[in-house]
């Protein structure tokens, strides 16, 4: 197991290889889903123990409040543009090959990839409940994934001694990827103080392991395509995302839209 902290990690991707555009202070990558996954495949021993980390208006904001988030964010191998809006404000910007990829899109090439790469893939957070239920309909959807751990924390801060045994459950499996499924802006912590701790490479994705798992349906392909995912996302959790979005995207058009920052 690698000794490493997030604070001592010595990265080998040349993070100024990968195009830019800067939205509310987070280096979001100006890329599509066919240059990630070209760039994850020819750079894997290069990326383990590094972290991609899902981007949305939410969490764009949540940096944006928090300096110590965005330097979280900054500190990943790179910010995949996971919401429509930040795509669009970044074409607008100049970058005109800037599309959105969304964590749930990004884990489901992989997985459509990985029986002919081989790559093995370990999943931690959310609930036993959701793990068991997204295994199930991983194995029936890409037969033969090679699925070869999962692990749901406690909702509770792990202690040193939790942590570390948790590593070393990771570790010993081996995985090229591990999925991280805390929410934000948990996950994206969690792995910034694990890089060079955690044998595969990290990716956070959010509600992915709920989409997965058949708890919560994607919204329509129209919908993704008018930046509108959000809308069917209230509908579907109106009690629990309805302050959350009222707060960041208000903040997200004044500030990224018409200020333009």
């Known amino acids: 197991m690698m000794e490493q902290t997030g604070r001592t990690f010595q990265r080998t991707i040349d993070k ?20 990630l996954l070209a760039f994850t495949q020819e750079n894997m021993e290069k990326l383990r123990g590094d972290a991609i980390c899902a981007v949305n208006v939410y969490s764009d904001v949540t940096a944006y409040r928090d300096p110590e988030f965005c330097g979280v964010l900054n500190d990943s191998a790179l910010c995949m543009s996971d919401g429509g809006p930040l795509s669009t404000v970044g074409r607008r910007r100049g970058c005109s090959g800037m599309q959105r990829v969304t964590g749930p899109g990004y884990m489901g090439e992989i997985f459509r990839m990985s ?46 001694e939790e942590d570390r045994l948790a590593v070393e459950r990771i570790n010993e499996t081996h995985p090229d990827f591990v999925w991280v499924g805390l929410g934000c802006p948990r996950q994206e912590r969690w792995m910034h103080e694990h890089l060079g701790r955690v044998g595969g490479l990290m990716c956070g994705v959010g509600a992915g392991f709920d989409y997965y798992a058949g708890n919560i349906a994607r919204a329509p392909e129209w919908m993704q395509r008018c930046n509108l995912e959000w809308v069917y996302r209230l509908i579907q959790e109106p009690r629990r995302l309805f302050g959350k979005y009222w707060s960041t995207n208000f903040t997200f058009i004044w500030q990224a839209g018409v200020r333009g920052k």
């Not at 199930?136 to 909702?155: K, Q, T, W």
């Open 16 to 35: 100024s290889l990968i195009p830019t555009c800067r939205i509310l202070g987070v280096e979001i990558a100006a890329i599509d889903m066919d240059w």
């Open 115 to 160: 029986a002919q790469k081989g790559w093995r893939h370990y999943f931690y957070g959310s609930t036993e409940e959701t793990l068991d239920r997204m295994k199930e309909r991983l194995l029936e959807a890409y037969p033969g994934l090679g699925i070869v751990g999962m692990y749901s924390p406690p909702f509770r801060p792990l202690t040193e």
